[in-house]
C-alpha cells in the first residue's frame, strides 16, 4: 500500500479534474479557451498602457475540432518565459500581487493548452515580440507528470507583422453554438465592458471580421500594487510574515509589511498585544503571534487605499450599454471602495430599461385598448428581452464577463433580495424582477472570490452582497422614477383614447336626445373635446 | 514585468482559495475537517480487511477555536509516508488507481491541516502504528511555498492503546452547529451508508460519545484495480500511453495496457485504423496516433469490468434506512453497473416512506374527520420529515454522505425529472416530490465526478442521471403501490369513522320514530354495523 504513494503533479490532476477549470463540454471548452486568451491580452496592454487590439478567430478544422486563435498589440514577452507562460499550470506574475487584474491564478491560458493537447494532441503556439526584441515562434508539448513544457519548436524571427504583441494557437475539441453564453455572446460583452478595447472578431459562418470599434480612447489607469491589510492576515500568514521578514524590529515590521500601519497604530496594536516594539520579530513564538493577531482585530486601522483598484466609471458603463442595447432609458450607480477580508473592492453597476416606444398604445378593431405588439426577440443582437421576461443580467468581474452559474453567483443573490417592487418593477419571491431591462454588475477588486478555479460565479460574501444591494437601489430609485412617470403617461394615454373612441357616441346620444342638427352635434362634440384636452392638459 | 513571474505552489494556491475545498466558513471548515479525516479512516480500514472503529471527538479550545480529533483501527501508515499524506497537498495512492475509494485527490486531509496552520496558527499532530512497528508521534507545520512538512516532533514509543490505527488531531478556527447539513448530521449519514462501520462521537454538549453500533459485521468487498477501458481514453492520453508502454507491438500494447481488448479487439481496431499489428507503440506520431484513437470509438467493446465497484447493497441500505427512519414503508432497488467517459459506476436507491400509523385518521370534537396531528420535526433525530414538506434526499458518493450544494447536485436533478405524481406522491414542475420520506441515492464509482475539489455534489452528466432516473422509478413503481393501498385503507377507515359517529344518531332516530326501547335501539344499532361491517370487510 504505501509503495503506492506518490505526488500528484497538478497538470495531472486538472487533466483528470478538468470540468473545474470551465472545460466540462466542448461548447464551454471553446468559450474558455478564448476567454483565457483574451483576459491575458487584455491584462498585458492595460499594463504596458497599450490601447488593446484584439484579435479572435475560430478556424473549424474537422467536424469536432477547432483552431482557435487569438493575437493582441501588447508588450510581448521575453523569451524565456514563454514556456512557462503557455505551459506550466500555476505560474505568473498575478497570483502574488495586490493589484487588480483579470487573471488571478496562473492556470488559464495553460490549462486551454493542455486540453488542447489531450483532445487533439498538439500543444500551443505562440509567437511573441516585445518592442526592442526579435519575434519568436514557439511549439511546445506539455510533460504532465512534472507539469512543465517541453519545447518542439524554437525559432527566431527579425520580420514579424507586428511591432509588438502576441500570437496564442490551439487546435481544441469544441462545438461552436450561438445564442446566449456563445463566444459571440462574450465577444459583445466583452466590448461593453472594455470600451477602451478594439475586438476583431471572426467565426465560422461569417464572411469577414466583425469589428467592436472602441468608444474611448484613453487606455483604463494602471492600478497600482498594495501591501495586505492586517485586517486581512490570518495567524498561520502572520507567523510566516514574522518568520520572512527583513525588519528589524517588530513596531518597523507592522510599518513595513502592511499598508495602513504608521507609527502611531503599530504602537496601539503592540501595547493591546503586551509585546514589546523592540521585540525580534523572528523570534516570535506561536502564542505572542496570536496575541498580536488577536490585538490586530481590536485595533482601530483605516480601510486600505484603494488606488489599487481601475473601475470601470459611470460614463463609460453608460457608453458600453447604449452601444449594446437599443433602450428607453438609461442610469448608473458607483458605490465608494469597500473591503472583505481585507481586499479593497468597489462595485459599480447600470441600467437600460425598456425599448423605445414600448409604452405606445393602439386600439384595436373592437375599440379595445392594447399594448403595441412588439416582435419576440431571440438573437443577441439586442442584449435587452421582453417586457414578460425576467431581466438580463450581465455580470462582470475586473471586466471580465461571467456568462455562467448565474444562480450560483453572488451579483445574482443581491439582484432577487432587492425589493423591486418599490421601484415599479414586478417580481415574485426569491427571484428575479420582470421587465424588458439589462442588469449591468461590475466588481473590481485585487482578488475576486470566485466560486470555483473557472472564474463563473461570485461568492456570496456579505459584504459584497451589501454593496451590490446598495448600488442597485440607488439605480433602482431612479429608474423607478422614470418608471411612474411612464406609467402616468400611459395611463392620460388610455383615458385619451377611450374620449376619443367614444366622444362621437356620446354626441350621438346627445344628437338624438335634444333633437340637434349633425353640424350643431359635431360643435358639441369639439366643445367638449377641446374642454377636455384643457383641463387634462394632454 | 518578466521578473515577477514565477512558479505559484499548490499549497498556496488552496490556502488562497481554500472555499474551494470547503472550508468556506467556519461552520463549514469543522464539518469538511471531520469528513476528510472520517474518509481517511474508513477507506483505511476497508484496504486492510479491518471492521472499521473510528472515534471523533470535537472540544472546544477557545470561543472560535476547536480541536477536532479522529482515530480509527485501521492499519496505521509506514513512518515515511507520515509527513507526505498529512502535510503535502497532491500526495496519495489512490488518484492514479482506477479503484472505488472515497478519497481520490490527495488533497483533503492535508488541507484540513493547512486550514488549521492558517487559523491557529498549528500544524496536524499524528500518532501511528502499525501491526509490526512501533507507535510514531508526528508534529509538523507545513511550507507553503514548497507545499512540503517540516517536521516540529518526531517520536517513536513502544507502547500505545491500540495494536494498530491512526490518531489525527487539529486546532482550527470553526463554529459548531447543530442541526441539518452539521457534524451531527454527517455522522448520522455516516452510519447509514457504513453499517459495518462503528462510530464513537463526542461533541460540545454531550456528556458521553454517542455510540453508533454496526448493523453487519462483514467487511464490504475489497474492490479490485482496473486497467482503462479504450472509450475513456483521449487523444492526449493515448499519446501519452503509447510513449511511455514497455509493449514492443502495437497488437500487445494494446491487450496489456487496457481492459477488455483481447488479441481479436486489438486487431479489429489496428484493422480500422488501417495500421500494422507490428509497429512500435513508441513510434507512433501524432496522425497515427488519431487514426488509433478515431477506430477505437468506432469498434464494439464490451463494458469494462465491474470488479473495481463495491455497492452497499440493497439489504444494507435498508437496514441503514430503518436504523435511522421509524418509517412505514421501505423499498429499494439497484441498477446494474454502467459506464461514463469509460469509468464503472453502479447505483442503488432506497426510499423510507411515512411515519408509522400517519395514515390513522381522528374525529374531532364536532364530528368532523381529521387527520391525527404529529409534533413538528425540527431536530435530527429522526431524518423524516412532515407529510407537508419536501422530501429529503440523503445524497452519497463511494458511501460518504453528501451535504452541501443540493441544487446543483446531479442526483438531485434525476429526482426532480422523475414523474412522481405517477407513483401518488405530489410535485410542482421542476421541483422535488412532497411527503414524509427519505430518499437515499448512492454512486459507486472508479472516479466520483464532483462538481468542485470540496466534494459537495456530482457533475450532472447525462449517463448517471439517466441511471439514477431508473433506479428511482424501479423504486417509485413499488412506492406507488403502496401508498395507493394506503389511500384505500384511509378511505375505508374513513368510512367506517362516519359509520361509527352517526350509527347512535340513527338509533336515536329510529327510537324516536319507531317509538322503542332504549334495549330495541341499541339492538338494532348493533344489527346496523354488523351489517356493515360484514358488507365491507373492515
Known amino acids: 500500500m504505501a509503495s503506492s504513494q506518490r505526488e500528484i503533479s497538478v497538470s495531472e490532476f486538472f487533466a483528470k479534474n478538468r470540468h473545474l477549470l470551465g472545460f466540462d463540454n466542448p461548447s464551454k471548452a471553446l468559450l474558455t479557451t478564448i476567454k483565457e486568451a483574451v483576459d491575458n491580452s487584455l491584462d498585458a496592454c492595460e499594463e504596458a498602457g497599450i490601447l488593446p487590439e484584439i484579435l479572435v478567430e475560430i478556424i473549424q478544422l474537422e467536424e469536432d475540432r477547432f483552431r482557435v486563435v487569438v493575437e493582441d498589440n501588447g508588450p510581448g514577452i521575453v523569451r524565456a518565459q514563454i514556456p512557462n507562460i503557455f505551459g506550466k499550470l500555476l505560474y505568473g506574475s498575478k497570483f502574488h500581487s495586490r493589484r487588480q487584474s483579470r487573471g488571478q491564478q496562473g492556470i488559464g491560458i495553460s490549462a486551454a493548452g493542455l486540453y488542447g493537447q489531450m483532445t487533439c494532441g498538439k500543444g500551443p503556439r505562440i509567437w511573441s515580440k516585445t518592442k526592442r526584441g526579435k519575434m519568436h515562434a514557439f511549439e511546445m508539448q506539455m510533460d504532465l507528470s512534472k507539469n512543465k513544457a517541453i519545447i518542439t519548436l524554437d525559432e527566431e524571427h527579425s520580420e514579424w507583422h507586428r511591432k509588438e504583441g502576441t500570437r496564442f494557437e490551439i487546435d481544441i475539441e469544441a462545438v461552436y453554438k450561438r445564442g446566449l453564453r456563445s463566444v459571440d455572446d462574450y465577444i459583445k460583452q466583452t466590448a461593453v465592458s472594455n470600451p477602451h478595447a478594439e475586438i476583431r472578431y471572426l467565426a465560422p459562418g461569417l464572411d469577414a471580421h466583425r469589428v467592436y470599434e472602441r468608444a474611448v480612447t484613453e487606455v483604463p489607469e494602471r492600478a497600482d500594487e498594495i501591501k495586505p491589510h492586517p485586517y486581512g492576515v490570518e495567524l498561520g500568514e502572520l507567523m510566516k510574515m514574522l518568520r520572512d521578514t527583513d525588519s528589524r524590529w517588530l513596531s518597523s515590521f507592522l510599518q513595513e509589511e502592511f499598508c495602513r500601519v504608521g507609527p502611531k497604530v503599530a504602537k496601539d496594536i503592540i501595547k493591546a498585544a503586551g509585546l514589546s516594539e523592540r521585540s525580534y520579530p523572528t523570534r516570535i513564538a506561536r502564542e505572542d503571534a496570536d496575541k498580536l493577531f488577536r490585538a490586530i482585530q481590536k485595533t482601530k486601522i483605516s480601510a486600505p487605499p484603494t488606488t489599487c483598484l481601475s473601475p470601470i466609471g459611470e460614463e463609460r458603463i453608460e457608453e458600453g450599454l447604449r452601444k449594446e442595447c437599443d433602450a428607453d432609458f438609461y442610469v448608473t450607480a458607483t458605490r465608494p471602495?469597500?473591503?472583505?477580508?481585507?481586499?479593497?473592492?468597489?462595485?459599480?453597476?447600470?441600467?437600460?430599461?425598456?425599448?423605445?416606444?414600448?409604452?405606445?398604445?393602439?386600439?384595436?378593431?373592437?375599440?379595445?385598448?392594447?399594448?403595441?405588439?412588439?416582435?419576440?426577440?431571440?438573437?443577441?443582437?439586442?442584449?435587452?428581452?421582453?417586457a414578460d421576461e425576467q431581466v438580463r443580467v450581465l455580470r462582470f468581474a475586473n471586466r471580465v464577463p461571467l456568462l455562467f452559474q448565474l444562480s450560483g453567483c453572488g451579483f445574482t443573490k443581491a439582484v432577487m433580495q432587492t425589493a423591486w417592487k418599490n421601484y415599479g418593477l414586478s417580481q415574485s419571491k426569491s427571484s428575479l424582477p420582470v421587465g424588458s431591462a439589462v442588469f449591468f454588475i461590475h466588481m473590481a477588486s485585487v482578488w475576486v472570490p470566485f466560486t470555483s478555479e473557472a472564474k463563473?460565479?461570485?461568492?456570496?460574501?456579505?459584504?459584497?452582497?451589501?454593496?451590490?444591494?446598495?448600488?442597485?437601489?440607488?439605480?433602482?430609485?431612479?429608474?423607478?422614477?422614470?418608471?411612474?412617470?411612464?406609467?402616468?403617461?400611459?395611463?392620460?394615454?388610455?383615458?385619451?383614447?377611450?374620449?376619443?373612441?367614444?366622444?362621437?357616441?356620446?354626441?350621438i346620444g346627445l344628437q338624438e336626445i335634444l333633437n340637434i342638427s349633425i353640424e350643431d352635434r359635431e360643435e358639441v362634440v369639439e366643445a367638449l373635446r377641446e374642454t377636455m384636452e384643457t383641463t387634462r392638459k394632454i
Open 337 to 386: 471602495p469597500s473591503v472583505y477580508r481585507g481586499n479593497p473592492f468597489q462595485i459599480e453597476v447600470g441600467i437600460a430599461w425598456g425599448k423605445p416606444n414600448s409604452d405606445q398604445l393602439d386600439v384595436d378593431e373592437q375599440g379595445r385598448i392594447v399594448k403595441s405588439k412588439r416582435k419576440k426577440t431571440t438573437d443577441t443582437e439586442d442584449l435587452l428581452g421582453n
Open 456 to 507: 463563473e460565479a461570485i461568492a456570496a460574501y456579505p459584504e459584497i452582497i451589501k454593496e451590490v444591494k446598495l448600488a442597485l437601489q440607488e439605480a433602482g430609485r431612479k429608474l423607478g422614477v422614470h418608471i411612474r412617470k411612464g406609467k402616468k403617461v400611459s395611463s392620460e394615454f388610455q383615458k385619451r383614447s377611450y374620449i376619443e373612441k367614444y366622444l362621437p357616441h356620446v354626441g
